[in-house]
């Protein structure tokens, strides 16, 4: 089974940013569609961002013109380049590949002053 890594959650204040990067250890991801999630406290997890294996990206409405995802040419990452963050954004992120259906253990992404 291939695992994903996070990295590169942390606290950050408001109007600051982020980026998050999605590793599969031992492999490589490929051109898998591959998408960001997130769960706040108390709320279901939610698709944040998405792209497909041709490149074609989708976001939610609340962090779309703010948050980019991207995969690197080498195929082996997924980033997700959050700016502008609200405290709204607070959450743990995880990284899902919708081929296989691997998660990763996700990273706390904390928004506050």
């Known amino acids: 089974q291939v695992q994903l890594v996070e990295s590169g959650g942390g606290l950050v204040q408001p109007g600051q940013s982020l980026r998050l990067s999605c590793a599969a250890s031992?492999?490589?991801?490929?051109?898998?569609?591959m998408g960001w999630h997130r769960q706040a406290p108390g709320k279901q997890r939610e698709m944040v961002a998405s792209?497909?294996?041709?490149?074609?990206?989708n976001y939610m409405n609340s962090v779309r013109g703010r948050f980019t995802i991207s995969r690197d040419s080498a195929k082996t990452m997924v980033f997700l380049q959050m700016n502008s963050l609200k405290p709204e954004d607070t959450a743990v992120y995880y990284c899902?590949?919708?081929?296989?259906?691997?998660w990763g253990q996700g990273t706390q992404v904390t928004v506050s002053s």
């Open positions: 899902h590949n919708y081929n296989t259906g691997d």
């Open positions: 031992g492999s490589s991801l490929g051109l898998s569609p």
């Open positions: 792209i497909s294996s041709r490149g074609l990206t």
